[in-house]
Nanobody, 119 residues
Framework: VQLQASGGGLVQAGGSLRLSCAAS????????MGWHRQAPGKQRELVAT???????NYGDTVKGRFTISRDNAKNTVYMQMNSLKLEDTAVYYC??????????????WGQGTQVTVSS
């Protein structure tokens, strides 16, 4: 199972970006999907997660600004990021767990996509 993230880039403070992360593999049944981020010199932190039935959880720093969603038919998770702040600058990583055929995969990570917010 592989995760491919996309959608990062350079944006001005107050702007928006939409990240996507597509999972590939055979006969996928994904459970939780989510996003974490890591800024230079800081630990990786939770941004948001979404369960297979749509239950969401957000980190305190992004509540009210970011929205996570998923398309189960496409095995893809999205994150709409609005009102971006300088401190949102980080590499964003998607992750997931779930089944591919009869094999269970825990804590799969994508390659990361850079989000840079400028003043």
């Amino acid at each position: 199972v592989q995760l491919q993230a996309s959608g990062g880039g350079l944006v001005q403070a107050g702007g928006s970006l939409r990240l996507s992360c597509a999972a590939s593999g055979s006969t996928l049944r994904l459970n939780d999907m989510g996003w974490h981020r890591q800024a230079p010199g800081k630990q990786r932190e939770l941004v948001a997660t979404i369960g297979s039935f749509g239950r969401t959880n957000y980190g305190d720093t992004v509540k009210g600004r970011f929205t996570i969603s998923r398309d189960n038919a496409k095995n893809t998770v999205y994150m709409q990021m609005n009102s971006l702040k300088l401190e949102d600058t980080a590499v964003y990583y998607c992750n997931a767990d779930g089944w591919s055929g009869s094999s269970y995969y825990s804590n799969i990570w994508g390659q990361g996509t850079q989000v840079t917010v400028s003043s």
